[in-house]
Structures are given as C-alpha cells and as structure tokens.
C-alpha cells in the first residue's frame, strides 16, 4: 500500500513529505521537504502558545490544510498511486501532563492543518491528529516515534538504540528479539537546541566547536543536574534549554556541544548491551559532534541512512506508517513510551474521493 | 442501529443528546439537554470569535470532549446499546464565506469538543467535526440541517416547510417528490435573537408581545431591508440581528415579534404550493409568535412534534443521522443548500474499543 507522511515540526521550518510502500517492509518512494512562505511561518509562530484571536487559528487551520496538500502534489509522485495519508499537521499547543483547568485536570494538544483540506484537494483518504487519541487514554501524547523505531530496527538477536537529535535529543532502547512493551524511550537532555542557540543559526558541521575549548568546570556543573541521572520515563521541556539557559550559564560552543554529547551518552551508557545506535535527525548532520558520540558511547554509531531512512525524514515516513496502522485498525501508540493505559488506534480519518482499496 | 447525536448550539446553554434508532425510519429513544456548568460556559464565550490564549481552546477542546461523553452517559441509555455517536462540537468561529488571509482566500470554522475523548470514555466510534469537509468542497458549511428535514418530511405528494427558529430563523422547502437537488434552504431573518435581546432572557409564550403595541411605521421601515425580497440563496449573520440592532433600531417586544413573524411568513409565501409548514426550535414554544404565523402563512403551521421530533433536539437527532450517513460512506451535504460544489462524506471518525457492527 502507498501511503504518504506529511508533517511540520517545532522548528517551523516547512512541510517534511515521505510518500513510502508500506508491505513487509518500508521502502522509501520519494521524499521532500517545502519551506513555509515566510509570512505563514511568523503566523505559525505568533499562534503557537500564544495570544491570539481565535479566526487566526481558524484561518490558519484551513490554509496550512491547503499548503500541506500542496506539498504532497509537489513532490511528483502521481496522486492517484497514493492510497492513504498519514498527517501530523504543525503543533500549536501539546501540555502531556495533566493541569489544573476549570475544577478538572487536562492534558491536551493542537494540531492545525485540516485534514478536510487535505483529503479533498488529494482525493486521498486521510488521517490526522495522532496524539489526541494517545492522551485521552492517560497518554503524554509523545514520543509517538518509538513505535517506528520498533518497526524498523527491531533485531532478533542485537540491541539496538535508535537516537534522535533534534531540538531535544531522545531515545528508543530496543532490546535483542523486543517485543512492543519492551521498549524504553525518553528525553537525554539537550539536542541542537542550546548548540543552534550559542552558535545561529547552527554550527556546520560542528567546524565552531572542533575549534574551541571547553569549559571544564561549567560542563561539571551543568552534568550535576539531576535530570542526566534519573531513571526513565522522563521528559525534558523544551522551554528546559531556551534562551534563559544560554543566558544564565553563558556556555559557549565547544561547551554546548560536549554538555550535548555526554548526556546522550550519559542515557546510552545506561543499557550496555546496545551493540548499534542509530542516529537520525538534524545533529547527525554534524560530524564533530558524531565524532565525540562515537568517542563516548561504548556501541557501534551509524545513521538512520544504513537503513535507508533519511536523517530527516523519518517523522513523515513515521506518519505514514502510523496512518497504515489505523487503516488496519491497529493500534499506534506505545504505551511504554507515552504513559498511555493501553494502546490504541490513532488519528481521525477523514474520506476522500476514492475510498482506499487496502492493497 | 443506535446511534447519539451531540451537540452544543451558538447559544452555548449545553449539551443536547439525543439516541435514535436509525433504519427504515428515525426513532426517538432518548433525548436529553445538560446544562454547562456557568465557568465553562463563560470560558467558551470568551474564545468564541474572540482573542484569546491558544492554551485555553486547547484545554477547552479536550474538557468539553470529557462533558459531552457524560452528557450521553447520563440519558441512561446503555452505552453497550450505542453503535456510533455524531457530535457537531461547540462552535467557537464560523466563516463560511472566504476573507483574504495571507494571500489566499480561506473559508474557515472551527469545533471544539475532543472527539478522541468521547470515543475512549464512551468505546464508541465518534464522528465529528461535520462542517470542515463541506468547506473543503467549497461550502459554506452550513446549513446541514435541510439533510434531516429531507429525510424526515419529504412527502410523494404535498410541498413541506420545515422552519427552524433558533436565534436566527431558516427554512427548508421540500417540494412534493422532491429529489435532493431540489430543496431549497435560508435564513430568513430573524428568529428569537432580536426578541430575547428586547425581553430578556425570552418573552414567555409571547405574553408581552401579545400585550404590546406593534409599531407599524418603525415594522415597515425594517421590512424595507432588501434582505428579505432578495432571492435564495441568502444567509443572515448573527451580527445582524445582535445589540447593535436591537440599539439603533430601539425596537420594542411587540414589534420585534411582528419582524419576526412577518420575515418568516415573507419567505414561506415565495412556495404557494406548500402545504405544511413544520415548526421546530426554541421559537416553537411561543404561542404568540406561532399564532401570528398560522394567521400570516396560508399553508397549515405545525410543529414537530407531531412528527415525533421534539422541538429542542431536532439538531441533535441530526447528528446522529449524518454519522450514520458517515458511517454508510455516503455523503451529508445538500449541495443545493451549502453551496458546495459537490455531495461529500462528512467528519473524522476517531475509533471507539468496540467497532460498530453496522447491524
């Protein structure tokens, strides 16, 4: 079955689209990634956990429907091989724990992007707002990528690790011969998030921090943080590594991207029977910062691309997949990863013109 | 099957329910409104096309999803009994004529009221969400109501009038034998907005106004809008008939339910040949304005009731018609009245534990 995965991250940079064949395996079709007009992105970001006037949300709801249908045409791939959509849309709001809200306690979550838009300018069914259905069975609504990470590195007889760098950087811990409840994932502190931060818009290949010195005495203080040293699950806030951070530690590059290093392998050390560790994401793009994990972690360090996933695709080819499963009536979440009570069949489906044949 | 209907009108008193049994015919087994707690209704005014912080409809989307699965939890009807529930959400924007919106036109709403939450507390598939994909199609959106006027009042030999008076009213007109493409529905002007405005919170079966003096030269300076010689398709705004009206006209109770009652026989005599005239809506239970109507329209003025369709609940018994519609695949929308270009499956289908046997 061709199924598509389309998603825009926290970044806000533009819509990731994988159209991918879904079967026994995964295979890779086509991928792409369409930048926001700029206008779009600073509407995105003034609605995201901000004030605003709800038309704006509203508004912007149906157009990023129509950009991310948009976005999917653009790739080239003919529209009627394509038999289902698999989409994120672009978080504006996600609170995974529970607060305090008129007398009840609430976690929610906001995804924009109409799936409406979407399933009638393609024709293509589609299924959108993954994590709602994570939460409201006691989920955090995230990590949903884990379950991926399962499908696609789960090996017989060898551990595996599959890391993810991006603003934050996170886990998947597969154990040899793992079966779904088997899986351990959470947040290892900080990914390109203070790096990008220290060093705008980002430290090409790591060229700043191979240059510079480290601050010993600073980095010993900032390992002191008893987040690197709890057991999982646990979550780091992405609000944890802001400005405020960078401001009140006054860390430099070099310094920023060793603190990222040691704590990702600070979580990896935890589990010394990972033979592998898969690295996908934007940090995989830079190599000084490969070089230091591969110097600190006791496993073999590879990239996503060993497996043909692309560092920076693998959350569309995620959205894909999760749509398969929904199609199949499967479940999608791993609870082990997001908290959840059970798993359970994620997204909401919209038709489109042509129901899909389930081939 | 069974099937719920849920839904919270612009008045946003609370929540309607009504299970019906759908097959041959549509039968009533339980109909129920619960009232919002007053915090809750105060925080979805306060967002409702109003600025606002993305957190609060965030939070609210997901609260009302856990109100609303109680609302059918507390009409007593066993949950295990219900195959599927259709819930059109809370209405906090509607636009259903496109604006300029960063470059494009965009034609938008939006339905709060979680459907993945219903679906896990209640087990039950959950449609939602109805509006946005006749938008897609190019449809205002609305109205959605002549689908069920179709279905329940469509007659092989006499012309019928269903006429809605909520705050705003509108008809449907149903000509003998009439196919799909042949109902014609609007707005006709006012409902009970501009007669609740004048009397607060409602002229009780219109004694005021029955006690009143109609004032004929300010009736006949507002009949005069052109609104209401104007040819279908029309629809009225809310902001019509809102306090800037009712200010600037200083209307009184006698004569706003004159406008009211005069508005409606106006566009009821464009169809001479209809025979019935099918009352529902809060304006049902004013015998006053009901009997202005039977004096000013020559076709026989009834209610629903008579049809086994309570006056307060015929929106929801809606939406459980259109979930099954949904369910069906077959499509929702009368194209004849919301403009779109096209009939469409209406809403998103969030997956309950147990699925519907389609019995």
């Known amino acids: 079955m061709r199924v598509a995965g389309l998603i825009s991250g ?5 819509i990731d689209v994988a159209v991918v064949d879904i079967g026994d395996g995964i295979h890779v079709v086509a991928t792409a990634t369409v930048p926001y007009p700029p206008d779009v992105r600073a ?4 609605v995201s956990n901000a004030a605003t006037h709800t038309s704006t949300i509203a508004r912007l709801n149906f157009l990023l429907g129509e950009l991310f249908a948009e976005a999917l045409q653009g790739t080239g791939v003919a529209l009627n091989s394509i038999e ?3 989409s994120h849309g672009q978080t504006i709001f996600h609170e ?3 607060v305090e809200f008129l007398g009840r306690k609430v976690a929610s979550t906001m995804q924009i992007g109409e799936a409406a838009v979407i399933a009638e300018r393609t024709g293509i069914e589609t299924i ?6 994570d939460m409201a069975a006691g989920g ?3 990590p949903l990528v884990p379950f991926l990470d399962y499908r696609l590195f789960r090996h017989p007889e060898i551990a595996r690790i599959a890391l993810n760098i991006g603003g ?4 998947t811990v597969i154990p040899a011969g793992a079966k779904p409840e088997d899986v351990i994932a959470f947040d290892t502190g900080p990914g390109n998030m203070v790096m990008d931060a220290v060093a705008p818009p980002f430290d090409r290949d790591g060229a700043k921090a191979r240059a510079g010195q480290v601050n010993a005495a600073l980095l010993e203080r900032l390992l002191a943080d008893p987040y690197y040293h709890r057991d999982p699950p646990k979550a780091s806030g992405r609000e944890q590594y802001g400005d405020e951070f960078v401001h009140h530690s006054n860390i430099d590059i070099a310094t920023a991207t060793e603190l990222t290093a040691r704590t990702i392998a600070l979580a990896i050390g935890r589990y010394p029977a990972a033979h592998e560790v898969i690295v996908s994401g934007g940090g995989a793009h ?3 910062l490969m070089e230091r994990l591969r110097a600190l972690v006791h496993a073999r360090v590879t990239t996503s691309v060993e497996c043909g996933i692309g560092v920076d695709t693998k959350e569309a080819i995620l959205f894909a997949v999760l749509a398969y499963e929904t199609f199949q009536d499967r479940a999608g979440n791993l609870p082990s990863a997001t908290g959840a009570r059970k798993p359970v069949i994620l997204g909401k489906i919209s038709r489109g013109t042509r129901p899909p044949s389930g081939a």
């Open 96 to 98: 995974g724990e529970p």
């Open 43 to 46: 509407a995105i970001l003034s």
């Open 128 to 133: 959108a707002d993954f994590r709602s259905s």
């Open 168 to 171: 934050i950087a996170n886990i």
């Open 10 to 14: 926290t970044s806000v940079d533009g």
């Open 84 to 86: 289902l959509i698999g």
């Open 140 to 142: 955090k609504g995230a």
């Open 286 to 288: 830079n190599g000084y």
